[in-house]
């Protein structure tokens, strides 16, 4: 159980193209998903905090307008990289919260790379 | 604001060898700790984590984990390392009660290498 999908595993677009990534919950209802960035060794940096049926909550620095995250079901969340620029090329890890009893815990995804031409 | 710190980005061991990967927090309301890992290009799978019930915590392929307060450590241990152990771990603290698992402090991570 706990199985969190991301779509597609792996992309490159032109610069200036905006690209929409997916993140669903297979077996799961998540109200409460997360964005994560990743550059090559390092660790994952929190973008923005995405709940069914509201506005994300993004992280200082993170531009709202450039990331655009819709949290339409309880099983979907989707982050578009708007107008994507070189510098955007990173792994994108999404991860849907779990809640069970006292403990709530979140389940990642294989996550997405994006490479920027 | 709660912050986690891996001691050592890089341990290496021999295959059968004990595995401890080093994590300490800080955090000011009793924490919820998670361990997990990562293999190459994949995302983050759970090994365990601790949410204040037994301070010795087991968790999946052999691994297990002990919090200890007074020390603000949650180191990951396993007695004998295997060839598919290589790959980078990650500690993870949240604020406990208020907030379990919702929103993760991660430390920078340490890749384990293990030799035949």
């Known amino acids: 159980g706990a199985v969190v999908s991301q779509h597609p595993s792996w992309v490159i677009c032109k610069s200036g193209t905006s690209v929409k990534i997916e993140c669903r919950s297979l077996?799961?209802?998540?109200?409460?998903m997360f964005w994560y960035r990743q550059f090559p060794k390092q660790s994952l940096m929190l973008m923005a905090t995405s709940n069914e049926g509201s506005k994300a909550t993004y992280e200082q620095g993170v531009e709202k307008d450039k990331f655009l995250i819709n949290h339409a079901s309880l099983t979907l969340s989707t982050l578009t990289v708007t107008s994507a620029h070189p510098e955007d090329s990173s792994f994108y890890i999404c991860?849907?919260?779990?809640?069970?009893?006292?403990?709530?815990?979140?389940?990642f995804g294989p996550g997405t790379r994006l490479t920027v031409l | 604001a709660q912050s986690v710190t891996q001691l050592g980005s890089h341990v290496s061991v021999s295959e059968g060898a004990l595995v401890l990967l080093r994590c300490n927090y800080s955090?000011?309301?009793?924490?919820?700790l998670f361990w997990y890992v990562q293999y190459p290009n994949q995302g983050l799978q759970l090994l365990l984590k601790y949410t204040s019930a037994a301070t010795l915590v087991k968790g999946i392929n052999g691994f297990e984990a002990e919090f200890k307060k007074s020390e603000t450590s949650f180191h990951l241990t396993k007695p004998s390392a295997h060839m598919s152990d290589a790959a980078e771990y990650f500690c993870?603290?949240?604020?406990?009660?208020?907030?379990?698992?919702?929103?993760?402090?991660f430390g920078g991570g340490t890749r384990l290498m293990v030799k035949p």
């Open positions: 991860s849907a919260l779990l809640s069970s009893g006292l403990t709530d815990t979140q389940y």
């Open positions: 955090s000011s309301v009793p924490p919820y």
């Open positions: 077996d799961f209802q998540a109200t409460t």
């Open positions: 993870a603290v949240s604020d406990g009660a208020n907030n379990a698992g919702n929103m993760l402090t």
